[in-house]
Each structure stands twice: as C-alpha cells, then as structure tokens.
C-alpha cells in the first residue's frame, strides 16, 4: 500500500509528495514542484566592505544563481562567500562569470570586491 507524505519547502510551504510501496518499504515518487514565484535583482556598489545580497531576510527554497555584471573591471574579481568574506576568500566571479549556490536565504549570501565598485545580478525561485 502507497502513503503519501507531507513536507515544506524552503520557505515553508507545504506539499504532498506520494510513495509507492516496495516490499514493505515506501519510497517517494519523484516530486515535481513548480516555483511559487520569481525574484530577481542586482546588487550595485559593491566594493571594499562585503555587501549581502538582500538587506533583509528573503528565503529561498533551493538555490540562488548569480552573475557578475558584463562591465565589471576585469583586472579586479567580484567575490562571492557567506558573512565575513574577504578578498581573496571567497568564491572569484569575473565580468559575466555566473554561480549557483544552494542556499536557504539570500540575506546569508556576500559579495566583496577590493576596489572599483561592482554589480551583480541574482534570479532565485521560491
């Protein structure tokens, strides 16, 4: 006999995801979720002291990606890391240079640079 079971989402939404049966054993059936919503944004000025990507808490329920904007200075990388990045301790992102990082909240995730202010762009979906 398949059960179905309930969890939440990253941001707390719940869903119903169903089982099947196997020798006693219920094993989920790939669950298919469709985003609730897009958020996307950028991020300017960024520049010598780390600058959070959202000022406020923003949950997002399974990833962000985020792209280095095309006219950033090429000599100088835009870094990407959690509270407490530095230069040079963090992920490097050069202009147009992209990463996904899975992630509960956007308010977690950092950007620095060490000189001319940078931009960056982020899409998430929740």
């Known amino acids: 006999m398949a059960d179905n079971f309930q969890a939440k989402d990253g941001v707390g939404t719940l869903f119903t995801i169903a089982s099947e049966d196997s020798g006693g054993v219920h094993y989920p059936k790939q669950a298919k979720r469709l985003l609730a919503t897009v958020v996307s944004g950028v991020v300017t000025a960024v520049g010598a002291t780390a600058k959070a990507l959202s000022a406020s ?3 997002v329920s399974d990833c962000v990606l985020i792209k280095a904007a095309y ?3 090429a000599a100088e990388a835009l ?3 959690p509270a407490g990045v530095t230069v040079g301790v963090g992920f490097p992102l ?3 240079e992209s990463v996904r990082i899975p992630i509960a909240d956007l ?3 950092f950007l620095i640079t ?3 202010a940078k931009s960056a762009y982020y ?3 929740g």
């Open 57 to 59: 808490s923003l949950p």
């Open 71 to 73: 006219d950033n200075d």
């Open 79 to 81: 870094w990407v890391g």
């Open 94 to 96: 050069g202009p147009g």
């Open 107 to 109: 308010e977690d995730v």
């Open 114 to 116: 060490d000189a001319t």
């Open 123 to 125: 899409v998430v979906g």
